[in-house]
């Protein structure tokens, strides 16, 4: 066999293995599209695993171990994550709250872990487990989750809205809201405009915001809740008065 013909056969088994590892560090992570996509942005500069080379697969994996993925087989340590709608959206969630600094917890530690969330859903709802809720307890879960995103200046209303653009206007305003207290905090001029914190503060390119995807900004909400996070001090976490 040709050496370059071997060379191919290695790299297509290395992909092929490492877009496993991407597709089981999503589900192991419990990321929702958009997050998961923002991790291949910021990483790999691309939407899709697929579109990767070998090397930025690699990347994209160590971003993930990061993370806390782990590709080893580990023992179970009880009920698996709650996998329904709704507890998805309220894991979605519960991560940007944590770049918002409405709860203090590491985002990270959102991403790896559920220990947090489903203490918070016990309080609200009584339910042991996220997984065992109901639809009405689901829901009323959702609605304490939007109230304190409101208290934080992280405004919910979808009225008027069409149902296609709720996720890419509720990252608009999680991205402003974060801002806000950039803003409060001194670490951001009270004339700046969102790309230009985003540049200043976190590297990334100032743009047009009527121009920018749902993936840019949760790159940008990823990149200013974690500079807030890190050098806002402990005020950051109150919530905010008019």
Not at 16 to 35: F, P, W, Y
Not at 190 to 196: F, S, V
Request: charged share 25%; hydrophobic share 45%.
């Amino acid at each position: 066999m040709p050496a370059n013909a071997a060379v191919r056969i290695d790299e297509d088994k290395s992909r092929k293995i490492l877009l496993a590892k991407v597709h089981l560090a999503k589900k192991q992570l419990g990321l929702d599209g958009d997050t998961y996509q923002g991790v291949l942005m910021r990483v790999a500069g691309v939407t899709s695993a697929g579109s990767c080379t070998v090397p930025q697969l690699r990347l994209v994996v160590s971003d993930f171990e990061r993370l806390g993925f782990s590709s080893k087989a580990r023992k179970s340590s009880g009920a698996p994550r709650a996998d329904h709608p709704v507890a998805r959206k309220a894991r979605t969630m519960w991560i940007s709250l944590a770049l918002l600094c409405a709860i203090d917890i590491n985002p990270s530690a959102a991403i790896k872990s559920d220990k947090a969330l489903e203490m918070f859903a016990k309080r609200q709802l009584g339910s042991e487990k996220l997984q065992w809720a109901n639809q009405s307890q689901a829901d009323k879960l959702i609605e304490a989750l939007k109230a304190m995103a409101d208290r934080h200046g992280w405004d919910h209303s979808i009225k008027g809205l069409a149902k296609v653009h709720y996720v890419h206007a509720l990252k608009v305003r999680l991205c402003f809201a974060i801002l806000a207290k950039l803003k409060r905090a001194g670490l951001a001029g009270e004339d700046w405009t969102l790309g230009q914190a985003a540049f200043r503060l976190c590297g990334i390119s100032d743009g047009n915001s009527a121009l920018w995807s749902t993936q840019e900004l949760e790159h940008m909400s990823n990149a200013l809740g974690r500079h807030l996070r890190t050098y806002g001090g402990r005020d950051v976490f109150k919530e905010v008065r008019p």
